[in-house]
């Protein structure tokens, strides 16, 4: 389990866009937002992924930098790039089943008859500091319910705003 203002672990990953995300680089204003999501298959994650890419003005200038990231296959996570309405939204692939283990998020196996992958993360939404410390926290079980992105938007800009500390940090 990862525990707010802790060093989260580091990610090394392909983008769709034939280029890497590499989180220990990444120097956002505010926020890394990594959004973990099931993949291609998902037409929950496609509608999320599609609204954040209709937000991400917002979330940059609010200096959150979001990433959707997958256990996809390069292949899978090339047809929701092409496929889905994620505007300008990077897409990472091929998160291993430790690194989703690392990040605490659950894993589902595919059901019978299904587009499913053999094996796929759930869902998780993190707010990472420009330090490289947890900041927020968000994993499921499910595709459902998940964290509504105005309320996200909100929320950064009440934290920035008040300075408000990370929670949970109690062990």
Not at 142 to 148: C, I, L, Y
Not at 156 to 163: K, S, T
Request: include cysteine; hydrophobic fraction near 40%.
């Amino acid at each position: 389990m990862l525990t707010p203002g802790q060093p989260v672990p580091d990610l090394d990953l392909h983008l769709t866009i034939d280029a890497r995300f590499q989180l220990s680089k990444q120097k956002p204003d505010a926020f890394t937002m990594l959004v973990f999501y099931r993949g291609k298959h998902c037409p929950i994650c496609k509608k999320y992924l599609e609204e954040l890419g209709s937000k991400l003005d917002k979330f940059t200038a609010l200096g959150a930098t979001p990433f959707a990231i997958s256990m996809d296959s390069k292949d899978r996570a090339m047809v929701a790039h092409e496929e889905w309405a994620t505007h300008d939204l990077p897409l990472a692939y091929d998160l291993s089943e430790e690194q989703a283990r690392e990040w605490g998020l659950f894993l589902s196996t595919k059901r019978d008859g299904s587009d499913e992958p053999e094996l796929f993360s759930e869902p998780g939404l993190f707010l990472i500091k420009p330090d490289g410390t947890l900041y927020f926290e968000e994993v499921q079980s499910a595709p459902f319910a998940r964290p509504p992105l105005d309320e996200m938007l909100s929320a950064i800009e009440f934290v920035l705003e008040n300075d408000y500390p990370a929670r949970g940090t109690a062990v």
